[in-house]
């Protein structure tokens, strides 16, 4: 099993940047998928970015690709999410997800953070 928890969030002006951090409990963590999902109020929670094990592959939602990064480090068993030019639409709670596959579909992940809030205002 794998605990999750993510940090970095806060509040940010438009423009600005933000990396989030998501800590994995146990020895195992280089044998998982990461994935970064978000949700925000009202909405459907929505797939941001995925890496494979050990980072020969990622995947980002279309419409953040080239303003967001992930990377993980397996030596320190964290998962990373470096965001820049952040825009009001990017308000949500961010969630990190560890799975057998790196995929964008939030099904395929079995363990999930608690979430940390992202708020940018404009």
């Known amino acids: 099993q794998v605990q999750l928890v993510e940090s970095g969030g806060g509040l940010v002006e438009a423009g600005g940047s933000l990396r989030l951090s998501c800590a994995a409990s146990?020895?195992?963590?280089?044998?998982?998928?990461m994935g970064w999902f978000r949700q925000a109020p009202g909405k459907e929670r929505e797939f941001v970015a995925s890496i494979t094990r050990n980072s020969e592959s990622t995947l980002y939602a279309n419409t953040l690709k080239g303003r967001f990064t992930i990377s993980r480090d397996n030596a320190k068993n964290t998962v990373y999410l470096q965001m820049n030019t952040l825009k009001p639409e990017d308000t949500a709670v961010y969630y990190c997800a560890a799975g057998p596959y790196s995929r964008s579909d939030s099904r395929m992940y079995a363990y999930w953070g608690q979430g940390t809030q992202v708020t940018v205002s404009s």
């Open positions: 146990g020895r195992t963590f280089s044998s998982y998928g």
